[in-house]
């Protein structure tokens, strides 16, 4: 077996050299083999022609991780559906919540402004959305968790607190799911030369333990076992597509006057919007190629700018269409967005007045979305999703605000549940009341920078703020004054500049630390301590309305993201992060 210079260099405690090496060359073949790789970006390819790929961005071996930990994780998934659901109706709440961040961030903004215009019926009327509320949503959604270990916890024992909740463009099922076959194959096949290294990985998580774990609080193991759990994202994320795709024809097809002009004649399509020059690629053909396989639907991908020239949206009937080139109309019965979810993705601008064009991505976003298409997500979806509504939402009877019945005694305790993983978050707003600005004042006067995170309002990593950025940002964006008293430090008075309003603080998140060997471009990186965040998907299927009704709801599956302790961010697309796998204990 063929050997790289950085293989050879590395040393790694409880795993020989020629182990380590042949374990580098099964993750290359197997990933290779199955698909787990990433495209190269046209700046660094050769080959301007061809599309070339590399292994993606993964950990070699799996991570220890609890098992009644991964089992809450997994509970969580349908209450955290069904809490966006409702958010996503509740136009008062997104409103106000947000009131503040529309006014210094203007992404966020223009979302609220589309989602008044066509939900709500603001400025436009009713008729302007009318489709649009009649559609179904779906919701694709992953919610990220950190293991967290307060000082009044013993050894092994921790909390699983939720990092954020995506709802747009969650990416990573597809690869996510390889890298779990992989790991069950590598642990499985070379058990015996990986038996010290995980059992050290297994002691630094759960201290000196005897026995696996038990399920604690979160609930019952759910029937797992410990090793790799495999991801049932790939079956789950097809099926939930499935449902939402079956639904639009028989809701918006069958009953359809086949003489009008705005009728498709070929089988109605998944629309993929995706960004030019997309690297992470086999993740998402990963995706569309089960829904062909086990459901049997196409998909068809286009850019927002590329939906802006060819999509059409007939305004009697909400149908969403374009000419598939064989001159024949394809109707568009579920829109998926893989992008949309960051201002980079509209750069012609916000300005959709003009015919110069300027703003033709979101004249595109705007058209999909008063379709009657199924959209992943809708507008309400993916305000739910920002960082403000999280921080809104761990303010005390807000989560129980969306569960009433529970409240009046109707049973259930899915409210409870979701406040079990919130941590400590803060605003930043006018809304900031005397706890938030005491965690600020911890960051001022008191040393705390090292306790928070610092985070705006946007999707992938690269954007927050840690240790002395954070306290730089706000010394700089605070007016300090001394109170009457003439008092030092807590004494003093704070008044926050609006531009802080687009961020929130977040209790900083402190996970048990364990080696792993991190590989890019198919090399070792290197070995380390590391940590790591698990992100499990959920879907939901909805109908449309003021009231709606939940059609689907269910876990999807789950991934891991493993960096080395000192690297702050955690995105994979973004550089900072490997994908890797759970090792249940």
């Not at 459901?295 to 269409?321: C, F, N, W, Y």
């Not at 010394?475 to 807590?490: A, F, H, L, P, Q």
């Not at 876990?555 to 891991?560: A, P, Q, R, S």
């Amino acid at each position: 077996m063929s050997s790289s210079k950085e293989e050879e260099e590395a040393v790694v405690p409880n795993i020989d050299p020629t182990t380590l090496t042949q374990l580098v060359e099964y993750a290359t073949s197997f990933s290779a083999a199955n698909g787990l790789q990433v495209e190269v970006p046209t700046s660094t390819n050769n080959n301007k022609n061809k599309n070339s790929y590399i292994t993606a961005p993964i950990s070699l071996l799996p991570q220890s991780y609890p098992l009644d930990q991964f089992a809450h994780a997994k509970s969580l998934a349908g209450p955290f559906n069904e809490l966006v659901d409702r958010i996503s109706r509740d136009g008062n709440f997104l409103k106000e919540t947000l009131r503040d961040v529309r006014g210094v961030d203007e992404y966020t903004g223009k979302l609220l402004d589309l989602y008044e215009e066509i939900y709500l019926g603001e400025n436009k009327g009713m008729e302007w959305g009318k489709h649009a509320r009649s559609a179904d949503r779906l919701g694709i959604l992953r919610s990220d968790y950190m293991l967290h270990q307060s000082d009044k916890k013993e050894e092994g024992e921790y909390s699983l607190k939720q990092v954020e909740l995506n709802t747009i463009a969650s990416s990573f099922a597809g690869l996510a799911s390889t890298v779990a076959k992989l790991h069950g194959f590598l642990t499985k096949r070379m058990e015996s030369e990986l038996h010290q290294f995980l059992g050290e990985n297994e002691r630094a998580v759960m201290g000196n333990v005897d026995a696996p774990s038990s399920s604690g609080d979160g609930g019952d193991s759910g029937g797992l076992e410990r090793g790799v759990p495999q991801s049932p994202a790939m079956t789950h994320l097809p099926a939930a597509m499935a449902v939402a795709y079956n639904r639009y024809r028989e809701q918006f097809m069958a009953k359809s006057d086949s003489s009008s002009s705005s009728s498709a004649t070929t089988q109605p399509i998944v629309m993929f919007v995706v960004q030019p020059n997309e690297t992470n690629t086999v993740d998402q053909r990963l995706l569309e190629f089960a829904l062909w396989n086990n459901h049997q639907i196409p998909v068809v991908r286009m850019s927002l700018a590329e939906i802006h020239e060819k999509v059409v949206l007939d305004e009697e009937s909400g149908r969403l269409t374009f000419n598939n080139g064989s001159g024949t109309k394809q109707e568009v019965a579920v829109v998926y967005f893989r992008a949309g979810y960051a201002p980079t993705d509209y750069p012609s601008g916000y300005d959709t007045s003009t015919e110069n064009g300027s703003g033709i991505e979101w004249l595109a976003r705007e058209r999909l979305e008063r379709g009657c298409a199924t959209k992943c997500p809708n507008l309400g979806y993916h305000l739910a999703g920002t960082k403000k509504v999280q921080q809104e939402l761990a303010r005390s009877g807000v989560v129980e605000h969306f569960f009433p019945e529970e409240e009046e005694g109707g049973g259930g305790n899915k409210a409870a549940q979701i406040r079990t993983a919130f941590a400590g978050l803060y605003s930043l707003g006018a809304d900031a009341n005397e706890q938030d600005m005491q965690a600020v004042k911890e960051v001022l006067f008191n040393g705390g920078e090292g306790q928070y995170v610092l985070k705006p309002q946007r999707e992938g990593g690269g954007y927050n703020y840690y240790g002395k950025d954070l306290a730089d940002k706000l010394n700089m964006n605070c007016t300090i004054t001394d109170d009457e008293e003439g008092n030092v430090g807590g004494g003093k008075n704070v008044e926050l500049s609006p531009t802080l309003s687009e961020f929130i603080l977040m209790e900083r998140l402190f996970p048990p630390q364990q080696r792993a060997i991190l590989l890019r471009n198919g090399q070792v990186e290197g070995t380390g301590m590391s940590i790591s965040e698990l992100g499990c998907f959920g879907t939901i299927v909805a109908s449309g309305g003021e009231e709606g009704g939940v059609v689907h709801n269910e876990y999807g599956g789950f991934l891991l993201r493993t960096k080395f302790s000192g690297v702050d961010e955690g995105g994979v697309a973004s550089g900072f992060a490997t994908l890797s796998s759970p090792y249940l204990c």
